[in-house]
């Protein structure tokens, strides 16, 4: 069996995690849980990988890193943060519950790349122990230079067994009737763009029409970069699928403690969801409560 791209750069510890390193630069993963709302209270659905750059032990941004990196290495840091996440859920994630995913759609612009990046995932899954069901794989659908290629990865995503999920949406120059053209099965609306409509009572309208859109066609929406106790009432009252934010839990870099979201009980979570038992969590205190722009009383 051929090794993966990805595991050529992974460096294995004691505790059964992983880290990476490309250039100079160290890598760990974090990961950030995923709340549905569930019956009045929050249940952990998901977790979302998200890379960690270090640069002789202090911690760098993202951004920062990405930006270093030149566009010919992007297709392989990409597998290599891929296979991180994967094989650090496998370790300290609970294995029932979903994992997200980023990728970037414009790496993936032929089908040899994909069938490639494809048949290495696979090995790496293999070795976490990770059934593809439980992978959630983000992509963006913005305007690239070719539609067909996204199309026909997100396609090719599909027919492995992933699930998808369109990242960001709202940002940019996003398009309902793109979004409907992916048939994805989650729709993460960008952070900026929702707090920008929670402001008033007319975009806090369109905000739950769209909501609304998504879910009546089986479209599970998630409202990410939920940081205060007035977002997080308003996205319940939205009917929004499931919440994302510092509120609820900041990233944890792994090994995690988010074991202890495990679900108590052996019955599978439904197929649609992947959910956990309901876990309680009471959100941190933050400012007082908002409608639309104008204070309240808490």
Known sequence: MSRSLGLA???????????GVWGIYTLQSAFQPIFAFNEGKLAVAAFEGLIRPFRDGEPQSPMTFFSTCPAADRLHVEALTRTLHLLNAGACLPRE??????????????RSIVD???????LVLHEAGIDPGRV????????????EALHGFVAALRANG??????????????ITRVKELSPDIVKFDAHWITQLMESGAGFALLTSMVRSFEDQGIRTVFEGIEEGWQLELAERSGASMVQGYVLARPELAPTSFRAFAKSSPEPAPAASHASAPVTVTPRKGRPAKAFGRRVSP
């Open 9 to 19: 750069h992974i460096i294995r510890h004691e505790d059964g995690t992983s880290s």
């Open 97 to 110: 519950i979903s994992i997200f995913i980023n990728f970037d759609p414009s790496v993936f612009t032929e």
């Open 116 to 122: 490639h990046a494809l048949r290495d995932m696979r």
């Open 136 to 147: 959630v794989c983000e992509v963006t659908e913005q305007r690239s230079a070719s539609q």
């Open 162 to 175: 992933f699930r998808i999920a369109v990242d960001d949406y709202g940002a940019d120059d996003s398009d």
